[in-house]
C-alpha cells in the first residue's frame, strides 16, 4: 500500500535541499493543476476562478525545529478528503523516518515516540542515514529521535526516494 494524495507528513529538515519524490514541502507554493491535478482536486485550493493553479497550505511556521512539512502530491486518491488540512495520520507504507502526529497511547509495531530517545546507530543504521545527529546523540555510537509532543516517528517502512 502507499500513501493517499493529501497526506501529510513531518521529516527531517536535511532534506530540503531536494525534496521526497512524489511530495511536495507545504511551504504556500503555487503549482499549476495541469501537473498535479489529483491534488488540487483533493485540496480544492485553487488561486484563481480559472482553475489552472492551486496553492498549497503553509506549514512551515507550525512544524517543529529541525522537520519540514510535506504533503503527498501523487499516487493513490483518497476515498474521502481529509478535512481541514493538514490531516496528520498514521498512513500504511509510511516513509521510514517520517513523524506524524497520533493519539495512539502506544506507538503501533514500526514507530516510536518522538520524545527525544538515544538510539543505537548500529540498530538503526538506515533511520541514521535520513536524520543523522540533528536531534542529540554522539553521531559515532549514538542519535537522538526529535522531540515532538503527541508525535510517533517510523521506525521501518519505505526508504524516501529524493526527488
Known sequence: MS????????????WDNTGISTCLMCDGSTYSVNDY???AAALGTYTDDTGVSFTVPNLTSSAPSGLT???????TFPSVIPVPVPNYQVVSGQYLG??????????PSGWAVCDG???????????????????????KKTFALPTVSGAIIATTGIY???N
Do not use: K, W
Request: aromatic fraction near 14%.
Open 3 to 14: 500513501h493517499t494524495i493529501g497526506d501529510t507528513f513531518l521529516f527531517c529538515s536535511l
Open 37 to 39: 491535478g489529483a491534488l
Open 69 to 75: 512539512p510535506y504533503i503527498v502530491a501523487t499516487g
Open 98 to 107: 517520517e513523524v506524524v502526529y497520533s493519539s495512539s497511547t502506544y506507538p
Open 117 to 139: 530517545s538515544l538510539l543505537q546507530i548500529a540498530q538503526s543504521t538506515a533511520l541514521f542515514s535520513e536524520y543523522g545527529n540533528t536531534f542529540g546523540g554522539d553521531g
Open 160 to 162: 524516501p526516494s529524493r
